[in-house]
């Protein structure tokens, strides 16, 4: 039968910049079908080991397992086969293609078919696909409509969407809430869980609202200066000093 979650290991993970270690000796495992948060200051590395993780970038030295295979020389292309999705702190989507568009063309780019002639030549399945992804995400309404004259939010839900839509088992949302106010994060942090609930997904999301973080994260890692600082439950990085001193308390 088909696997429904994996789990996913970093394993002493070194990334440099020029003289900037982005990622400094980071091992860290995330269990099959936990939901997990990522914090840490800005420039602590955090884009960076999704980056890492998703095959954006090579690192230095280290290893990235999926289920305990090292996926570290594989393409990005082959861990989205894999089963790594990621959406970005910047939605990357065509602006000027419609929602149901996007959708089509990340299915039918991933059954391996260039994405930008999937609108016009969409493959058998992938308006299937792109139909249920936007019923499961709450885009269905808008399915029409070109991503450019989108709304914040439902530019960030398209991004996941895309991600979804590629059936990871692993997925990464780099801070899902970014640029958004109150309300709508919470809306937005509602759905991603209800995501997480339903697809039984390992989901791994970067946040900076810490009412969030200790609200839905089930286990929390803290980066800082590429080095992991901290990780435990929330109750632990609530009261752990190093966390405190180094981010909590600002
Ligand atoms: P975070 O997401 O936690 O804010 P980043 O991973 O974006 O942090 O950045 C970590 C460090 O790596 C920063 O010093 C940043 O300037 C550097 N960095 C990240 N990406 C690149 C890149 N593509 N080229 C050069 N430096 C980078
Ligand atoms: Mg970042």
Redesign the pocket.
Known sequence: AEQLTMKLEVRHLTKT??G?R??DDVSLAFPSGSLSAVI??????????F?LISGA?APDSGEVLLDGEDVVRRSKAERMQLGIGRAF?VASCFPSMTVAENLMAAVTAHLGQWGNLARRFPLPGARERAREVMELVGLSHIADVEAAILSHGDQKLLDIAIALALEPKVLLL?EPTAGMGPDERWGMIERVRGLWDQQKLTLVF?EHDMDIVFQVASTIRV?CY?RVLAEGTPDEIRNNQAVIDAYLGK
């Open positions: 910049f020029g900037v982005a990622i840490g200051p800005n420039g602590a590395g955090k884009s960076t080991f980056n970038f702190q780099d970067i980066l590429g």
